[in-house]
């Protein structure tokens, strides 16, 4: 039998939607707010779902202890408090808007997953409005 | 890269459930509670999910601004503040169950968004513990 | 020892907010899109606060059974479902706008409670970003 | 025109994640304080999602009171304020994880519903943080 | 400048609402449900509030990390994964009542606390519509 | 009658809680991960409680769009995507933690309400699990 679990956390970081190339004022005209020069922040939502048979002894696919253990040790030590521009080495050159943290998320945490119980999706809630998936294709 | 995003509004609306050609006693009997003559209504909840490729160069699979004004433009601002049986030109002669709502707001939507960044499901909560997913099929 | 206890429900109920005496246009000018002559809208939340002792014996300061048969039988029953201006005795002649179905509620609910563990607080909550609470002064 | 439908329902229970095999301490050691030897407990949230054809004329799927009625007669009555491991006789010798609750809430819930609005999905949300969803594969 | 300082953490616990020298036919009678034999259990939410003046050198009232450091070494370890009727030394005899538990909390926090930022109030949430609060009086 | 009418509004900004006449390393002792150098973030609430009289007459205490209005004209729009020690001119010198963030929106805000519809409290969420109310003493 296959299911899904999922877990939520959540970080809170500054971030500044912007490209490097362009001027302020064009980044503004392209990204309005979000590309604010001195930044703003957000209290993220990071959630995680792994898909697996469950373990007809535990009655678990996977232990949560472990994947929060993944979760904290390969992503949320490197953004919560911090400013995903100048901070986060795993995200340095590249644009931090909402799919970009999804995707690098998941290029972070999917190694530490097995077969038995993959990575699924990944879920990021900018704030409560606003959210994007990523599944990894 | 392929990635889902998504976007929630409210909108407070009253409605009736029940069919033109049956007594209020019939419409009663079928649709009890939410048949009553004089209507009742809801804070609904629109959210809207977008999949697409997520855009090298800005990192965005659609800008939610673009988003949130399609929204407005052929949704919201026909419905809110509104009564979903008297006042929508696009729901006449409709019965406005959560289904309905969410069918009629597919249609009013879906033209309005590309290939690139196409729309993938619209989802109406009627109540936080009542809602219906539409995804055009 | 003194405790405050509280329990929320909700009611889905449509109304207007218009004065009788003004035309349309003119409550359309007062009011806004709340006074749309066919009505609108809510999933409307009743959260009640009783305050008194906690009894040695039980525990509590009362029984919420007992609070939730008051709070359906003299007030829920009479708006869920309900159309604000045209179904409830109670709120005729009354603009229905969240201070006055809070103060109605009160009115409602306080004779039922006794001193023992008075009625202390109705809140009522239009939307998640709206409320009134009274307290009966 | 297929559209699903989701209802939430909750029940508060107590459970102990453990094998009736192991001992105590090596209970501890698996299943941490989940295992904890007098229990604990949560408010779980049901959250089920039927699919089906909107019919034409009522523009259901399925009415939401027929579908609280089944999950009510079927699995809230048997688990709600009870003890999973020691009340409930469809989860005797079962692992009460919240996996194993969404296969024996599917397993209960599935004989009830029809191939015109099939079940889809069980979620079990243990916590805000925690949860699982089963689609009887 | 006075200012309240609030935190809320969660903890999952099983209890029995029950007087021991009642026979369970007669708990039943009194506190119904809640009072089933072999327990039940909650996601509880303890929401604490400090009032105090703003340092004007360091613009807090009390540093949260302090709070968070009081709340879990003299209760939320006491209290999360236990069984409150037999678990926790502290409710030992006492009937585990909402009412019960907030007032047996205070007793617990309020000493940690100073008089610059003392203690101001204690919320148990049981569920989201049942709560509770205490303020020392 | 009296009644209290309050609203929720939120704001996306990014802070470094510290003092400017501390090293790094200091501010770091006193405020911890708040004091990342390079700022982090929160989707802030603000709630809003305005205490008076409801008018007879409209069944108003005051109407929530005059509200919403000196919230944006006199706070939101000065922090709303923005960097609250670099870009808010009345923060200038503050430390923003959340206690002066709300002892500032009072100052901004209060003036702008008359003694019938007087502003009662300022609450900030710098999380769902951290906030501060100020009152105005």
Not at 2 to 23: G, Q
Not at 48 to 77: A, R, S
Not at 78 to 98: E, R
């Amino acid at each position: 039998m296959i299911a899904f679990i999922s877990r939520r956390e959540s970080f809170s970081s500054s971030h500044r939607v912007a490209l490097p190339n362009l001027s302020d004022k064009e980044n503004m005209k392209l990204f309005g707010a979000c590309s604010n020069k001195n930044g703003h922040g957000h209290n993220y939502i990071l959630e995680i779902t792994i898909k697996g048979k469950v373990n007809p002894k535990t009655g678990y696919v996977i232990d949560l202890k472990e994947v929060k253990e993944i979760m904290h040790q390969n992503f949320l030590k490197y953004v919560d408090h911090k400013n995903l521009n100048l901070d986060v080495d795993f995200l340095k050159g590249i644009n931090p808007t909402t799919e970009n943290i999804a995707i690098a998320c998941w290029n972070k945490l999917n190694p530490h997953f097995k077969k038995s119980a993959k990575l699924f999706s990944i879920k990021i809630f900018e704030t409560d409005k606003n959210f994007v998936e990523y599944r990894g294709e």
